[in-house]
């Protein structure tokens, strides 16, 4: 084994030791790493239930109620990786595991977490360049190579819970004279009527805030569980937490309180609110992709 290669393979036990001790119900539990002259073996917790991608891909889309119980789990693991200064980066249904094949009674498990830890930036934008649906601008119009903070997350989630909500993606191929890297740039997304007509304003005042270009007025994650769509639905707490922590039932919603900020999550939020997208009624060409596609590696 080369020196470089015997350093990289250092690189991943020690950063994987610090992963071995994370521990939360929505994050999928690393048990192991067995270091080969061949490979490097990850071993991780068993998740049986299959992706939230394709259980997307059978229900067409969730309601506002399942829509909000998966993803206040998502928010809640995300945030955990964010207070143990762990930026995810590759957050998309695929990386979004389920416990139980009922929707409405599953623990998520995000998983894929800081592997990218181990690549560079450059790397990273290589292994990405095929799937730029959930990326935020600023990774895709710097090309990877620049740095930027853990509320890309934020813009993934925006965009995993828009596709909950409706079943397809905010930004599509389909769309004729604007390439699918600049629609994201630009944040060229809009809330048809025709799909988005039964789903509250305030959903839609999240993923707003969640996918808002300026990354300095986008959302942190503890700003996304206190926005009243999640903060005010006490009903929906309860579900989670009773369901993350079965063996204790919690009778009222936990306060959130902002946690200590990482060095990479110094940006502040604002009142000051993003461009809102028009409520515009989609041409054919935009609303033609239907559900989401799966991105061929």
Known sequence: MGAQAHTFNKQIQSECSILRELDHPCIIRVY???????????????????ELFDRIVAN???DETTSKFLFRQMCLGVKYLHDHS???????????LLTSPDTNETLIK???????????ETTLMKTFCGTPNYLAPEVLSTHGEASYTNKVDIWSLGVILYICLV???????SISGTSLNDQIIKGLYTFPDEFWSEVSEPAKDLIRKMMCVDSTKR??????????????????????NKI???????????????????????DTSTSEPCTKPTDEKPTE?????GRPKRVKH
């Open 285 to 289: 060409s935009n609303h033609s992709s």
């Open 60 to 62: 067409g889309q969730f």
């Open 244 to 266: 993350m922590y079965p063996s204790t039932v919690v009778s009222t919603p936990p306060t959130i309180t902002s946690a200590k900020r990482s060095a990479c999550d110094d």
């Open 219 to 240: 959302l942190t994650i503890n700003d996304v569980l206190e926005h009243p769509w999640l903060a005010d639905d006490h009903e929906n707490t309860t579900r989670v």
């Open 32 to 50: 192991d790493v067995y270091d080969t002259p061949d490979a490097v073996y990850i071993i991780l917790e068993l998740v049986e239930g299959g």
């Open 110 to 120: 995000i998983t894929d977490f800081g592997l990218s830890r181990f690549i560079n």
């Open 167 to 173: 079943g397809y993606p905010p930004f599509s191929e």
């Open 86 to 96: 762990i930026t995810h980066r590759d957050l998309k249904p695929e990386n979004v």
